[in-house]
Structure formats: C-alpha cells, structure tokens
C-alpha cells in the first residue's frame, strides 16, 4: 500500500504452501522502500496473523551490479587487477571473462585481450588477469556487461564501467653479484642491479657459515639501478656464505634476492677442494699449489651478452654489468668487467669465479665442472675470462662433467661458439686449361674468433682420401700440396677443419685436371737371371701414355738389335698416383730363335702425350 498507488490486483496472486506471489500493478522502482500490508489471510486450522505481524517492508533491487572501485589486494602480478560492485554476484556470470572488457586509453574502440576472470571470496568482486602487463603510467576503463545480480538482473556496460590508472604491484628484480678483491681475500664487493628505480637505498645482510651476520647499506653506483657495498670475510668461518639483498621500489613494493657463494682457507702444504654453493664447480689445489696460506673463494654468477654497434668483439659479463658502458669504472674487479669475447659466443650456463690473491698460486690447480650431461652439444665448451678476455679451455669429458687445469683464477663457464670456422679459397684455378705441375700449391684463408681452430683436425680430401694439411694459425692460411707429385687426371679436393668447440667446416670441392710433364719413374726388370722369359717393369706419370706410344728395343751387348718393339707386348695400368707399364719377352729374338745367355740392354722411347715430337728415351 505503499508508495501511493501500487496495489496487488487479485487475479494472478499464487499460493505455495507458506508463500505468496503478489503480483503488482507497476513497476518497482530501484532503491525504493515498500510496504506490504496483509489483511484477511489465515491458515488453515483458521488462525489469522498475530498483531503486529501483518506488514513488512523491503527495499527494491532492479538494476544490476555496478562497479564501485579497484583495488590490488591479494594481486601478483603486473597483469592482474580487481574489480569490487556494489553487490553480491552470481558465481557463474561473474566469471565469464566474455561479460569484460577492458580498454587502455580513452581512444580506444578494441579492448585489451583478457585471460581469465575469477570470483574472489567475498563474491562482491573479481579478479582479472589481462594478457598484456597493465601499465602504472597507462589509463585503462574496464566495462562490464552481463553481470548477474543474486536477483538476475544484468549489469549495464553504460553504467557498470570504472576508468583507472594501472598500479606497480611487482617487487623489484634484484641481480645479485658478489665480488673478491684480488689485493685483499677477505674484502667483498656487493654488486646489485635493479630493474626499476628504488625508494632508498637497499640493505644487504652477509653471513658466513656459523658466523655473525653482518647488515650493509649499500651505495648509489654510477646509475640509478646500481648500488654498491661492501663486507669483512672472516677466515674462521669458511663454507657456505650468503647475501641477502633486500629493497622497496617507488610503489612500496619489497624483493629479496639470496645469493650463496663458498669460501675456504687453505693451508698451502696440503691438498685441498673447494666446491661452488649449488656443487656444480670444483677446484682441487694440489700440495703446494699456493704460495701461502689464503681465504679462497668461488662465486656463481649469471652471465649476459651485451653486444655492440657492428663490432665483432663483444662483452660476456657478469649480468649485473651487462648495461655499463664502461664496467671498470666500478673498481670491482677489472679482470672480469668486460669480458671481451668474438661474437660467436654466448653463455650457455651461469659463470663460476675462483678467486685468489694475487700473485699466490704457485701451480695448475685442477677445475671440474658438472655439466650436466654425458656428451657435449657441438659447440659448447669450458672458456675461462682471464685479463678480461674469454678463451677456450677444454671440451674433454670424464663421465658427465669437463676436467681442465689451470694456472690463473678467472671466470669459467660453459659458452657456445655459434660458427664454424670460416673458410674461402684464395688460390685461383684454371677454369679451362689443366695444370702442369703434379704438386699444386692449394691455399684457403681460414677465419675463426670464437673457440680457436683446432689445427690437428684440419685434413684435405683428394678424390675421396684425407691428406695432411699445413695450417698456420698466425697467418689464418692453410697450405696443400701433395706429397707425391700427382698423376694425370681429374681431381676434386675440399678442405675440413673444425674448431675447438667441435664445428666442423667442410668446404665445396674444387675441381681440377693435371697434365704434368711425362716423367719415367721407377724401372725394373725380373727374374734375374731370366731362364724362360723375362718382365720389364716401368712407370710414369701420365694415364693417358697410350701403349702406342711406347716403344722397346732390345739389344745385345755388342749393340745389335735383337728385338724391335713391335714384337713385344706393353700391358698398362694405373696404380694411384702411377701407370704402371708391363712388358713380357719370351727370351726370342725377332725371327724366333731363341737368345744366348748373356747380358741384354733394353732401349725405352716414350712420346709425350701432348707432343707426339718429343720423346723421352731411357736405357
């Protein structure tokens, strides 16, 4: 009976049991209170209502959930944020991410892609987790559209819309470096790089293995996002020591990165072994190694490639130097600032830093790094950073780690050479003529900045067989000739090399003919003394020496002829790098008698295959 003028008219009114729906005879109005009055109602052992029990008011409900604010409690990353209304929601339309949209800027007509949705417990509010990271310098407006109430009325995207700037709600990242001072074991520098810019300075707590932890603030470095410090090691407490970096970005937001790292001092009369904190690098100092007592330590840090403008030197350093135009400026530890490297290497693996005073180790010391598998991928292989420069160590495997020796602390660590060796031929063939000399000189320029070549490897393949290969490493040139001069014919050589991380080259055959200068090599002739028949044996250089142009006569010790070359019968064929000529006598003489014993000569006439006029003549 009120407001003023609703009624319930008295067709249409349903009775279930205990309950009555009234239907009215206007719309209800949102957020307005009414009063319902029952009159004449009893039940059915006759009883009407109690007094004061026979009215009631309620507030109607008509419009669907709105959008009151935002907030960014419980949220964990940059992606997600929450949407609070005004009222409680249904659970299954609330967290239908279709019903969202989310807009960055006030221009925008295409919204954001959207992940998911989900309802949080208080069923008032949602979290959403967008696609894309939500900028704290960026306007969004978020529209919901859809939305039930407990009541099933629909949210109005027109009117359940909240525009808002986006919130940092991630801790800084913290890149953690700890470094010794090669003039002093027990000095550590404290490296720590930021992500954001921070609100103060952070704070760094180092505490050895059963010692006192020590609290250090840490300085601004020569950015923003860099910060300084540095801590007192004690002998005393050798093993396991750790870094915990804390600090708060401009948004309040707090990260904490621990770093771990092993020290040890060693006694310079014994054998000792220090192992890195996650027990992946080893070094083992034989007796005698140092040339005093020293507090040792071996730091893992991650490394980063930064590379430079067209350069083909670039920098693998430790990660919290990577953005540093100049890293020695920090006066940490200039022998591994830049890490001058080729840029066919990258880091495959964190870097491991032995560290020991200067000018104390006395001999190799060995170092063993677990890499985690039986068999190196090609390319990968141990470098150490030494006078701030990366070079080879070793690819030698024994059981799933690399074992080297050493004679300089440095940073070690797994890099992949990108690149096998480069190679291009700089001596120029004859393209339609063939060559003249059974020894060509063959040369390639060789190119290799990452590994090094591995000059043992280099091989020339001729015609399908390896030959040695001269490489000289300070010129970047290899040099082939044959051995044995060649014999006519077609050629085809490559050259392989591989560099020590394993890259294999092997070039384009080059193809080529050779007609040396007919040349008679060695003769011989057997059985000796000769009873029934008798074999002459030759060879030359050429394959192409048809038995046509070979003549043979025989003569007696007084110089008559015995037997003229047409009578006899050459038999050839070619055995590498000769053609080897066969030429059987029967002991007769031209008309078939046969000969007396005695000695006989044997006149050779070979014409030159490429000058039927000239003759080579041999006795």
Do not use: C
Not at 7 to 33: A, F, R, Y
Not at 309 to 326: D, E, F, Q, W
């Amino acid at each position: 009976n009120t407001p003023s003028g609703i009624t319930t008219p008295n067709l249409g009114i349903s009775v279930n049991s205990n309950q009555v729906v009234l239907p009215l005879n206007q719309i209800m109005i949102h957020g307005t209170t009414y009063t319902v009055t029952v009159i004449g109602v009893r039940s059915l052992d006759g009883d009407t209502l109690a007094a004061g029990k026979t009215s009631g008011q309620f507030v109607a409900d008509t419009l669907g959930p709105v959008i009151t604010n935002i907030t960014y409690d419980g949220v964990t990353t940059q992606q997600e944020f929450n949407i609070v209304f005004d009222e409680t929601l249904g659970a299954t339309s609330a967290a239908n991410v279709s019903y969202y949209k989310l807009f960055k800027g006030a221009a925008a007509t295409q919204p954001e892609p959207l992940d998911s949705v989900s309802l949080r417990a208080d069923s008032e509010s949602v979290k959403i987790k967008a696609t894309q990271a939500i900028s704290d310098t960026q306007n969004y407006t978020i529209v919901a559209s859809g939305v039930e109430d407990l009541y099933h009325n629909l949210s109005d995207g027109t009117v359940a819309q909240k525009t808002f700037t986006g919130r940092d709600v991630t801790p800084p990242a913290l890149t953690v470096s700890v470094f010794s001072n090669p003039a002093n074991e027990f000095d550590l520098s404290i490296t720590v790089l930021s992500n954001e810019d921070l609100n103060g300075q952070p704070s760094a707590v180092v505490t050895q293995s059963g010692g006192t932890a020590q609290t250090v603030l840490l300085s601004a470095g020569p950015n923003s996002k860099l910060f300084l410090g540095g801590a007192h090691l004690d002998k005393n407490f050798p093993g396991i020591a750790t870094v915990k970096v804390s600090a708060k970005d401009n948004a309040g937001n707090t990260g904490t990165t621990t770093v771990s790292f092993s020290t040890a001092f060693i006694n310079a009369m014994i054998r000792a072994e220090i192992r890195s904190s996650d027990n992946r690098f080893s070094v083992v100092f034989p007796e005698g190694a140092l040339t005093q007592n020293s507090l040792i330590s071996l730091v893992a840090m991650p490394l980063t490639k930064v590379t430079t403008a067209a350069a083909k030197v670039v920098g693998i350093r430790p990660s919290v130097m990577a953005n540093l135009a100049n890293p020695k400026t920090l006066s940490i530890n200039s022998s591994i600032s830049s890490g001058w490297a080729s840029s066919e290497l990258s880091p495959v693996d964190m870097g491991y830093a032995l560290n020991i005073p200067s000018g104390r180790l006395a001999k190799k010391v060995e170092v063993t790094l677990d890499a985690g598998m039986k068999e190196l991928p090609v390319g990968v292989g141990l470098f150490q950073m030494v006078d701030d420069k990366w070079a080879f160590v070793s690819r030698q495997m024994k059981d799933a780690s690399i074992v080297a020796a050493t004679d300089q602390p440095g940073v070690f660590a797994l890099l992949k050479d990108g690149q096998a060796p480069r190679v291009n031929l700089l001596t120029k063939l004859p393209a339609n003529a063939p060559l003249r000399t059974g020894r060509p000189i063959i040369e390639w320029s060789l190119e290799e900045t990452g590994a090094g070549l591995d000059v043992e490897s280099a091989r020339v393949v001729m015609n399908g067989q390896e030959q040695p290969v001269n490489v000289d490493s300070s010129s970047g040139k290899a040099q082939f000739q044959p051995v044995t001069a060649l014999m006519s014919g077609e050629y085809e050589v490559s050259l392989k090399v591989l560099d020590r991380a394993g890259n294999l080259t092997v070039t384009s055959a080059i193809r080529f003919a050779v007609k040396p200068a007919l040349v008679v090599h060695e003769i011989s002739q057997f059985p000796n003394p000769a009873s029934r028949r008798a074999a002459l044996r030759f060879a030359t250089n050429r394959a192409d020496l048809d038995p046509s142009q070979i003549d043979i006569t025989i003569y007696d010790m007084s110089g008559d002829r015995v037997v003229s070359g047409h009578t006899l019968q050459v038999i050839s064929r070619n055995e590498g790098i000769r053609a080897i000529h066969d030429v059987i006598w029967d002991l007769r003489s031209d008309d078939g008698k046969a000969v007396a014993n005695g000695l006989y000569l044997a006149k050779i006439t070979l014409r030159d295959p490429d000058n039927f006029e000239q003759k080579i003549k041999v006795t």
